[in-house]
Each structure stands twice: as structure tokens, then as C-alpha cells.
Nanobody, 124 residues
């Protein structure tokens, strides 16, 4: 599975960009696909995950109510709609696929395929 993340850039606070994660090589099928982010000097942080069939989990506090994860079966693509961005959302955002777990997890170690990351910088 090859994952390609895109959609990042420089955004003003309050902006609403949408990140995309396109898969090639194999379809997402029954995988769990997650978004993570990593700010400079910080550990990689779980943002959201989606079961390919449509179940969704979110980070508990930092993005709930602002970010929405979704998927397009036909395009084999997972999206992360980000609303009401804050400067503290600045990070490299990664998508990843967990091809073995039955239940979504927030642990990066569970995800076995990763995209290259896309930088999101939020200006105040």
C-alpha cells in the first residue's frame, strides 16, 4: 500500500483546509485509516481514525468538534476536514493504514503503512 497525503500549506487561524490521503497499490478494503500529526519537538499524536466501513474515532479533546474524517470508496481516499484551525494545530500531518487490527487504536506502532506527511502551518 502506498499512501499519498496532500492538502497542507499555510493557513490563517480559523481556516478550513481539507487534507487528502490517497491509496494506491491495494485498496483500503477493510483497513483502518488514521491521521496523525507531529509538531516540532513533540511526539506523533493521534488525530482521528476511520474504519473503511465508516466507523469513526477521534482524538479525545484537541480536535473533536473541529475535525472530521471521512472516506470516498470510489476514489480510495480518506479526507481530514479541518475547521476553526488554531496555531497549535501547526504540525506535519500523516495518514497511515492499519491492515491488521480489528479495532482502531491511537498507537502509531499499530499502523503499518504511512504516507509522507503534509505540513500544515497555521498563522495567527
Amino acid at each position: 500500500v502506498q499512501l499519498q497525503a496532500s492538502g497542507g500549506g499555510l493557513v490563517q487561524a480559523g481556516g478550513s483546509p481539507r487534507l487528502s490521503c490517497a491509496a494506491s497499490g491495494r485498496t483500503f478494503s477493510s483497513y483502518i485509516v488514521g491521521w496523525f500529526r507531529q509538531a516540532p519537538g513533540k511526539e506523533r499524536e493521534f488525530v482521528a481514525a476511520i474504519y473503511w466501513r465508516g466507523g469513526i474515532t477521534y482524538d479525545a479533546d484537541s480536535v473533536k468538534g473541529r475535525f472530521t474524517i471521512s472516506r470516498d470508496n470510489a476514489k480510495n481516499t480518506v479526507y481530514l476536514q479541518m475547521n476553526s484551525l488554531k496555531p497549535e494545530d501547526t504540525a506535519v500531518y500523516y495518514c497511515a493504514a492499519d491492515t491488521t487490527s480489528l479495532v482502531a487504536t491511537r498507537a502509531p506502532s499499530a499502523y503499518d503503512y504511512w504516507g509522507q506527511g503534509t505540513q500544515v502551518t497555521v498563522s495567527s
